[in-house]
């Protein structure tokens, strides 16, 4: 049968529509999990829309790992689903066209799927995370004095406790400032200064509060001894690892590799505390791209076995199998991190799981043989649907 039919292209046509709806709706799904991290910015660090927009449009190479197979199991699924409804499926059928000869244009789908996947995952995604480490960073260091809080006790740094009274936003100073420094065993520090500012190299993630016209107050807690200075200024470094976790180092980490970097870094990496993580990690970015083929395979036969109901279930019962397949990779994660099962074998289950019975449900479609493993899912359905008053 030659792939580039009238039937091959119709088919991949009617793929795109649905694709393209499922692609927006659920990036933007996705995208709403950022808005707690967004508002933190804009209230806290009056970051610009420019920035906003930036962090956001660099997110959606992650987000594309997941959302790029689901859509594509989401097209398939649709597309035959209507198909079968419209009994396009069964003229077909009638015509002499078996089910296998259906296969050309999902393969080529899930293949284009698989290549935009595997470029997010392996080149996309780690590019985008270490631009917007550093982008936050940016961000939250050049406007760290307007993100403490007046009149609040803030612990983030470690081993110190600082309180400022109030902020002068115009001139960035800080006004009737209290820091408690227990930094230094069986010492502690108290200081009180009417003035201070926070200042700093962007470049060495170090910063310097820097207080005037104030007094320390110093406890020694073994030999119960006190004493206190006045000072025209006096500076206090303030640890930035803790106050903006996205400093933890200008280098780019492990996780920000490209998947060629990783590849040359776990071979260099020897007995690395982290080498299981790193290991899921490897693996999962080679076998996430290859969910676009077994959960697009398993779309044909639950949308050609589906005739008789709704699109608005098929919806339902596509993402009720990419969640089961989310919680085994999330499975497979957490197993292989521990060490408990091989990284290999704990990213490659759920494709594994999926292939297998999404073949096996092909296989009984073609044959006619009818399978009722939607039928739970679609009395669930018609119960919620009769208690929300809409028909099934």
């Known amino acids: 049968m030659k792939i580039n039919s009238i039937l091959n292209r119709y088919i991949f046509r009617e793929f795109f529509a649905p694709f393209v709806v499922t692609l927006i709706f659920f990036t933007f799904v996705f995208l709403m999990a950022q808005m707690l991290k967004i508002t933190n910015l804009i209230v806290n660090y009056s970051v610009d829309l420019f920035s906003i927009l930036k962090i956001l449009i660099l997110s959606t190479p992650f987000f594309f790992m997941f959302v790029i197979p689901m859509s594509v199991m989401l097209a398939i699924l649709l597309t035959f689903l209507r198909m079968s409804s419209d009994n396009e499926i069964i003229a077909m059928k009638t015509s002499g066209v ?56 803030n612990d983030s740094f470690k081993d110190v406790m600082l309180y400022i009274n109030d902020i002068d936003m115009k001139n960035k100073l800080l006004i009737d400032v209290f820091i408690e420094d227990k930094r230094k065993k069986d010492l ?3 200081v009180v200064a009417p003035r201070g500012k926070l200042f700093g190299d962007q470049e060495d993630l170090v910063y310097h509060l820097r207080l005037f016209d104030g007094r320390i107050n110093q406890v020694k807690l073994e030999g119960r001894s006190a004493n206190s200075i006045t000072f025209e200024t006096y500076d206090i470094r303030l640890d930035l690892k803790n106050v903006l976790p996205v400093a933890e180092s200008p280098a780019k980490r492990w996780k920000e590799m490209t998947l060629p970097e990783l590849h040359q870094y776990l071979k260099d990496a020897g007995d690395h505390w982290q080498i299981n993580n790193m290991l899921v990690r490897y693996h999962k970015i080679i076998s996430m791209p290859f969910a676009c083929f077994a959960l697009g395979i398993l779309a044909v036969p639950l949308g050609i076995q589906s005739k008789s109901v709704r699109s608005s279930f098929g919806l339902m019962v596509g993402l009720v199998f990419f969640l089961i397949y989310y919680l085994l990779l999330s499975a497979g994660h957490v197993l292989g991190e521990s060490g408990r099962v091989p990284a290999p074998l704990a990213m490659w289950a759920p494709n594994i799981v999926m292939g297998i019975l999404g073949v096996y449900l092909l296989i009984g479609s073609a044959r006619e043989r009818p399978f009722q493993i939607a039928g739970p899912i679609y009395r669930l359905w018609h119960f919620i649907s009769r208690i929300g008053g809409h028909p099934a």
């Not at 899930?110 to 392996?122: D, E, K, N, R």
């Not at 080149?123 to 007046?150: C, V």
């Open 98 to 153: 078996n089910l296998y000869r259906l296969l050309p244009p999902v393969f080529i789908f899930c293949l284009g799927g698989y290549l935009v996947t595997f470029f997010m995952s392996a080149y996309g995604a780690p590019t985008a995370e270490q631009a917007i480490r550093d982008l936050t960073f940016r961000i939250l260091s050049q406007n760290l004095d307007i993100g403490l809080k007046a009149r609040t006790f």
């Open 188 to 190: 502690v520090t108290t």
